[in-house]
């Protein structure tokens, strides 16, 4: 039986470094693709902009007083999904077996097909030499380590983790840079001592069970390399959702800025997958841990991020719980997507 090799292929900058090699006045410049706007956020940074600490998913605004000279350029996703075709057009040359996260990055089954390290430099090259753009890969024995090593040594960067060097390679690492654990799983880690991904495994599977529940024996494994999840190939994107936890409680109507920022940014996530939606998901955690969650599913898809942030904002009326509750997290999804070939019913306005 050949060995599992799983790639993990990364554009860098994606929507960024399309901009900045279809206009050569923005290159070697700071790049920020946002919408300008107290309410926008950032859809991409180039690697200039980067340097002052502007990052995917801040809020415009943001990025503005970190980078004043940075150059903003609306997003086309248009133009970025023909990119993106192209480039999965590449990855069909050497398998079939390719699961989408999104525009700028997938993964590749490529076990059997000689040699996982060979075939991600040919990709590679082959994006380099067809788009004139750059790309990361990861080579691994399965997805969780494809992914980290594919970050490794970005912009434009190459490596491989094989079976013998997992161990060598995961005991020192940062948990921060286990893919899901975020700020707020982060601080909950190191209040247990934990730091490095060895000593999750040193706190031993029942230990962080315990302490985190499934997610814990998903950290657990995850801390000795074990990832036995497939390579889906083209699965449909079912729901787009963000979500943020606050530092501290708040009451109800103070999530509304934290709200407004998140459909801003599911928007654009949405956008990118080039499909509209039917139904706006708000999502409330309460300081005491209950969640709770409304939805509305209007007559016909919306069209905008200012239709969605009225959306997401007018569910909060929906909310009755005691007006003394407070609230840990705020999130807002999208869901319903219409499949393109599946007719959008018109309303009686439309008629």
Not at 32 to 52: D, I, L, P, Q, T
Not at 60 to 75: D, G, K, M, Q, W
Not at 95 to 103: A, C, V
Not at 205 to 227: K, N, P, T
Request: aromatic share 6%; charged share 25%.
């Amino acid at each position: 039986m050949s060995r599992r090799e799983i790639v993990h292929v990364d554009m860098d900058a994606f929507y960024a470094s399309v901009e900045q090699r279809d206009d050569p006045g923005l290159r070697g410049k700071p790049v920020v693709v946002a919408w300008r706007g107290n309410r926008s956020v950032v859809c991409a940074a180039s690697y200039e902009a980067r340097k002052f600490g502007v990052r995917s998913a801040m809020p415009a605004i943001t990025a503005e007083r970190l980078c004043p000279h940075a150059i903003f350029v609306p997003p086309d996703f248009s133009r970025y999904r023909a990119v993106s075709g192209v480039c999965r057009e590449i990855f069909h040359r050497h398998t079939d077996r390719i699961e989408p996260l999104s525009l700028d990055e997938a993964y590749l089954d490529v076990s059997g097909k000689g040699g996982g390290l060979e075939i991600a430099e040919t990709i590679r090259a082959e994006i380099r030499e067809e788009l004139n753009l750059t790309a990361s890969a990861g080579i691994a024995p399965n997805k969780f380590l494809s992914k980290i090593a594919s970050d490794w040594r970005k912009p434009d960067g190459l490596m491989e983790i094989r079976p013998e060097d997992v161990d060598g390679f995961l005991l020192d690492l940062p948990v921060g840079k286990v893919p899901g654990v975020g700020k707020v799983t982060g601080e909950r880690l190191e209040g247990l001592g934990i730091k490095v991904v060895g000593q999750i495994r040193s706190y031993g599977r029942v230990g962080m069970e315990a302490a985190f529940g499934r997610s814990g024996l998903r950290l657990f494994e995850l801390s000795c390399g074990i990832d036995s999840s497939e390579v889906v190939s083209d699965r449909p994107t079912k729901s787009i959702s963000a979500e943020d936890t606050f530092s501290n409680d708040v009451a109800l109507k103070d999530t509304v800025p934290t709200l407004v920022g998140l459909a801003e940014r599911v928007w654009t996530l949405a956008e990118a997958e080039g499909r509209p939606a039917r139904t706006v998901v708000l999502k409330l955690k309460t300081a005491d841990f209950r969640i709770l969650t409304r939805s509305h599913t209007p007559g016909i898809p919306i069209s905008s991020a200012d239709e969605l942030v009225e959306i997401a904002v007018g569910l909060l009326d929906r909310v009755e719980l005691d007006p003394g509750t407070t609230y840990r997290l705020v999130g807002v999804g999208m869901s319903n997507f219409y499949d393109a070939e599946s007719p959008i019913q018109p309303t009686l306005f439309d008629l």
